[in-house]
Each structure stands twice: as structure tokens, then as C-alpha cells.
């Protein structure tokens, strides 16, 4: 998948594709033609860079609830000649999402898209989750002949079925089907789930991976025999290193992280940080001023994971470096830091959007380390990541460290987070917004009274919801 083009930030496409509560507002006063146009290419081609953690599904069917829009794109997407083409989920994943959401607040529609898709579909697994969140038993009963003629009545198609049915990530279409009387439903069912119980024993009692009995010398070997082939194993290995090695084994270690081959020296410099050996930090220094950039990237992802006092005064030092030990270290003093540290902290921050822009990975401990010291000087910089970053998580992640540093936040920023795909960033809204404004008051009512609002969300509003305030 291609990482998705995303517009300016001034423009509603920008919003919308951002996720931003603004992107809500502007729509609703938009010409409802351009909204619905701009609501439709977001549907339709994903804008999240992650659409594994990134939220849109709810806030996208939100705004659809509420500029009364319909279907007719999502249903042209989802059963055009790409579905046979391009079969990767995240293609129709978030359409069928917001069909799921909608379905939810009652929109028929939307049901009988997912009921067809999961029919015919190609990505038909992730219709017939939605489905199982929000339909009625008997629009489950008539989806499974279809879905079963996807699977051949032979040995490997059962093999096949038996796999699906074991990896389903909602079990109650299939729990519904094994009960089904009909002769080729409900016997064909019930075996593939006894046959992947079966398999599922089986993997339970065969695991695969290193022994615990293996020696320290099999495990720096296993490690460097995976990193030969392309596997990074670092993580595991250390993992298995704490099981097997003994005060007796330190030499043995020390001398892989300083001059191992580089699988094995990655190994043992992420089981000497989880161990907090001494002579660590200079084996992670060692390591990142050399010649191998994969033996410094195993460094500083080792280092990263330390949190005793000797990492953080060690990062002190580091901190003032240009590679990327340097930017770790920032990132161990936004962690775990003290008042002390606030300069290099903005500085990291400051720094790292001007040289990298608001959507780099290492703003997200930056960003959070602002708002943990309350480094009130910062708020400029991070109202300009709020604005710019195409990432909902590190726009809710910013709005927090905002709500610590910036006194105009309960009046600015956290009025549009309450329209915020992320529920973190609502639940951060519900907790600051300046209720004076008439539009938070008739936000909190609406979210309190949401069915499909997250719980967390709620509560917050519930916590600011007064006399003067009653749903």
C-alpha cells in the first residue's frame, strides 16, 4: 500500500483526512455537496499512514449520520471490478467500518451492504465481523450457505475452513452456524471448529523457537543465524539469554557486545540493558560511534528500553549529539527526566519538527515529555504539530501535552478535540473544554447519550456534567 497523499491542513479534505474536529465543523458548514465529496474520497482511500491503530471508521459515519449522506460511493467501491483485483483489507476495511457504525445507529442500508459484501466480497472475513456486532440471528443464519461454497468440500478446502473458523476474529456467526440444522451447515461447522481446537492443542504442545536449556553460546548463535537470513531476533534472544545465563557467563557476553558478529552482538547488548549491567553504556556508545549501522540501531533500541537513574544521567551527556543516540537520549530525559532537563527536551523538540516535520516518530516521546514537565514555552510549537501532523494518535498525544502547557487549551483546541476521531483525544476534551461555550455543552450531551461512544469518553463527560448541565 502506497502511503496516502494527504492535503494541507487549511483545507477541509486536510481535516477530514487528519481526523480533526475542525475537519466535522467545516464540513457541517460547508456546501453539503463538497462535504459529502470530501466525506466520500476519505472513505474511499484510506488516509492513515498506520490503519491498524489510527481511528476514522466512527467519526467518518458520524458525519455521514449528520450531513445525511449516502451510500451510493461506498457501494460502487466495494463492488467494483478492484475488489477481484486488489484484495488487500485496506482497501474496503474502513468502508466496511463505517457501514458497521452506521448499521449501529440504525441505518439499514448500511446492513444490507455488509449482508451482500460478506456474500460476495472479496474482503467478506472483516463484513461478517461487523455483522457480528450489530446483526440479528436470523441475517447471520442466511449468510452461511454463501460463505461456506467460498471453502471446496474436499480435504483442503476443510483444512481451510478449519483455519478460518480458528482465527475468526468474532466467533459468533460461526458459534450461530454450528448450531444450524441444515446438513451442510452445521456438521461441516462444527468439525472445523474441533479441527481447529485440534490444532490449536497441537501448536500449545510443539512450540517452535529457542529452549530455555539451549547455552548462552546456542543463543548468540541462534540469534546471528536468524539475522543472516533476515530475521531480527534480538528481543527473543535477550529473552532467552535472562533463562539461560549465569554470573559466570558476563565475560562471554561483554566480549559478543563488543565484538560479536552482528546478530549475536545485538543480542547481547539488549540482554546486558534489560539486565542493567554496568558496562552497558559504554558498550552502547562503543557500538553507535562504529562502523555497522545495524549494530547502532540494536544499540540504541536497547538503550531506549533502559530506565534506571545511570541511563538517564548518561543521557545527559548524549543528548547533545547529532545521530541517533542523541535523539534517544532526548527522548530517556522526556521519559523520565527531570525539571532539569526541560531545556534539552524543547530543544529535541524544537529541532526534530524543524528537521524532520510534524509527523516524525520521535515527536510522540518528545511531545509527551512536554506535557510531563509542563514545559509551558512549548505550547507554540505544539500547537503547530496539532495543526500539521497527518497522525491522529500523535495529534491526541499533543492535545494532552497541550492541556499541561497552554492556558488558552480549554477554550481553543480542546472545543474542536471534542469532535476528534481518536476517544483518547474526546476523553482529553470532555476533561478541559470550557463548558461557557454553548457548543461544548451540547457536544457533552450528545456524547453522553452516544450508545457507540467509548466508555472512557463518558465518563468524562459525565465527571463535568452539572446542575446546569443534565442530559
Do not use: K
Amino acid at each position: 500500500m502506497f502511503d496516502p497523499v494527504i492535503a494541507p491542513s487549511g483545507t477541509l479534505l486536510g481535516l477530514l483526512q487528519r481526523g480533526r474536529g475542525d475537519g466535522t465543523l467545516h464540513a457541517l458548514a460547508a456546501p453539503r455537496a463538497e462535504a459529502l465529496a470530501a466525506l466520500a474520497h476519505c472513505v474511499l482511500d484510506d488516509p492513515r499512514h498506520d490503519w491498524q491503530v489510527e481511528n476514522r471508521s466512527l467519526y467518518y459515519a458520524r458525519l455521514y449520520l449528520d450531513l445525511h449522506g449516502g451510500l451510493e460511493e461506498i457501494e460502487a467501491h466495494l463492488f467494483g471490478a478492484e475488489d477481484h483485483l486488489d484484495t488487500e483489507e485496506s482497501r474496503t476495511g474502513l468502508a466496511l467500518a463505517v457501514l458497521g457504525h452506521l448499521a449501529s445507529y440504525g441505518r439499514q442500508d448500511a446492513l444490507l451492504l455488509l449482508r451482500r459484501y460478506a456474500a460476495t466480497g472479496t474482503n467478506w472475513a472483516w463484513a461478517l465481523d461487523e455483522l457480528a456486532l450489530r446483526d440479528d440471528d436470523a441475517g447471520l443464519r442466511a449468510l452461511a450457505p454463501p460463505v461456506l461454497a467460498r471453502f471446496a468440500a474436499d480435504a483442503e478446502g476443510d483444512a481451510e475452513l478449519a483455519r478460518t473458523v480458528r482465527d475468526a476474529f468474532e466467533p459468533r456467526p460461526w458459534r450461530l452456524w454450528a448450531e444450524d440444522r441444515r446438513d451442510t451447515v452445521g456438521p461441516r461447522v462444527r468439525a472445523a471448529m474441533e479441527q481447529g481446537s485440534f490444532d490449536r492443542w497441537q501448536r500449545q504442545m510443539r512450540p517452535t523457537g529457542p529452549r530455555p536449556g539451549w547455552s548462552v553460546r546456542a543463543v548468540l548463535d541462534w540469534a546471528q543465524e536468524g539475522y543472516e537470513r533476515g530475521a531480527v531476533l534480538y528481543g527473543p534472544a535477550a529473552r532467552c539469554l535472562t533463562a539461560v545465563a549465569g554470573p559466570e557467563d558476563r565475560p562471554e557476553l561483554l566480549a559478543a557486545a563488543r565484538d560479536g558478529a552482528e546478530g549475536a552482538r545485538g543480542a547481547a547488548l539488549h540482554h546486558l540493558a534489560e539486565s542493567g549491567d554496568p558496562a552497558v553504556l559504554d558498550l552502547v556508545e562503543h557500538a553507535a560511534d562504529g562502523a555497522s549501522r545495524a549494530v547502532a540501531e540494536a544499540a540504541v533500541a536497547a538503550y531506549r528500553r533502559m530506565c534506571g537513574e545511570d541511563a538517564v544521567a548518561r543521557a545527559r551527556a548524549w543528548v547533545r549529539r547529532t545521530d541517533e543516540l542523541g535523539a534517544a537520549a532526548a527522548e530517556v530525559l522526556a521519559c523520565r527526566g527531570g525539571a532539569e532537563d526541560s531545556p534539552s527536551v524543547l530543544g529535541a523538540l524544537r529541532e526534530t519538527v524543524r528537521s524532520q516535520g510534524p509527523d516524525a516518530p520521535e515527536l510522540a516521546c518528545l511531545v509527551d515529555g512536554a506535557g510531563r514537565l509542563g514545559i509551558a514555552c512549548a505550547a507554540p510549537v505544539l500547537r503547530h504539530v496539532y495543526r500539521e501532523t497527518a497522525s491522529s494518535q500523535l495529534r491526541g498525544r499533543t492535545a494532552r501535552a497541550l492541556a499541561a502547557t497552554d492556558p488558552t487549551f480549554a477554550t481553543g483546541f480542546a472545543v474542536e478535540c471534542l469532535w476528534d476521531c481518536e476517544e483518547t483525544t474526546r476523553e482529553v476534551a470532555a476533561q478541559h473544554a470550557e463548558t461557557g461555550d454553548i457548543r461544548v455543552a451540547e457536544r457533552l450531551r450528545r456524547l453522553a447519550a452516544d450508545p457507540a461512544e467509548e466508555v472512557e469518553v463518558q465518563l468524562a463527560v459525565r465527571n463535568r456534567i452539572g446542575p446546569d448541565l443534565q442530559v
